[in-house]
T-cell receptor, first 111, second 111 residues
Framework: SQTIHQWPATLVQPVGSPLSLECTVEGTSNPNLYWYRQAAGRGLQLLFYSVGIGQISSEVPQNLSASRPQDRQFILSSKKLLLSDSGFYLC??????????FGPGTRLTVL | DAKTTQPPSMDCAEGRAANLPCNHSTISGNEYVYWYRQIHSQGPQYIIHGLKNNETNEMASLIITEDRKSSTLILPHATLRDTAVYYCIVAGAGTGNQFYFGTGTSLTVIP
């Protein structure tokens, strides 16, 4: 069966510090991968998606970037965090004609 | 952007059926209707999806109108653990199609 992992589960970072969130998927190959952000009390905002290694599409201009160095690994990064980057970050995967499956999420607080 | 409209909140008595509506009047012929739910501080959980026929699984039933412009998610016997935010999404089946989440319906199951 397929599983999706995210770490860390929670993170507190100062403004201006770098960020690296990691997502890995097991039990499938060549999935589409997605990063979402959910601000407090809000819906999910799609940030990035990837259809293959090295292929990244950005949905909104922002302070963040994404990379996919391996088939089942998706990384969300920032060089300098802003207060507005605080939120709940969710990774998801999808195979063609199937539904999306979400990871447990990372709660980021920028102080 | 989300292509669906849902009521912001609903209550349901424990043990009764919960009927959650969704309007998607601009749905395209090849787009599916997906339902997810999110319990506080967790990643969204897939519930069910359908194209034009009604669907049922162990969690819920999905009723799609004949013109496909609206749908209803039915939780047949709501429990307290069904309290969550429920999202209705329309998306194509191909992996080039993205999931855009709206603000969903906050369902509260009352003892």
């Amino acid at each position: 069966s397929q599983t999706i992992h995210q770490w860390p589960a929670t993170l507190v970072q100062p403004v201006g510090s770098p960020l690296s969130l990691e997502c890995t998927v097991e039990g499938t190959s060549n999935p589409n991968l997605y990063w979402y952000r959910q601000a407090a009390g809000r819906g999910l905002q799609l940030l990035f998606y990837s259809v293959g290694i090295g292929q990244i599409s950005s949905e909104v201009p922002q302070n963040l970037s994404a990379s996919r160095p391996q088939d089942r690994q998706f990384i969300l990064s920032s060089k300098k965090l802003l207060l507005s980057d605080s939120g709940f970050y969710l990774c998801a995967w999808r195979r063609q004609y199937n539904e999306q499956f979400f990871g447990p999420g990372t709660r980021l607080t920028v102080l | 952007d989300a292509k669906t409209t849902q009521p912001p909140s609903m209550d349901c008595a424990e043990g009764r059926a919960a009927n959650l509506p969704c309007n998607h009047s601009t749905i395209s012929g090849n787009e599916y209707v997906y339902w997810y739910r999110q319990i506080h501080s967790q990643g969204p959980q897939y519930i069910i999806h359908g194209l034009k026929n009604n669907e049922t699984n162990e969690m819920a039933s999905l009723i799609i109108t004949e013109d496909r412009k609206s749908s209803t998610l039915i939780l047949p016997h709501a429990t307290l653990r069904d309290t969550a935010v429920y999202y209705c999404i329309v998306a194509g089946a191909g992996t080039g199609n993205q999931f855009y989440f709206g603000t969903g319906t906050s369902l509260t199951v009352i003892p």
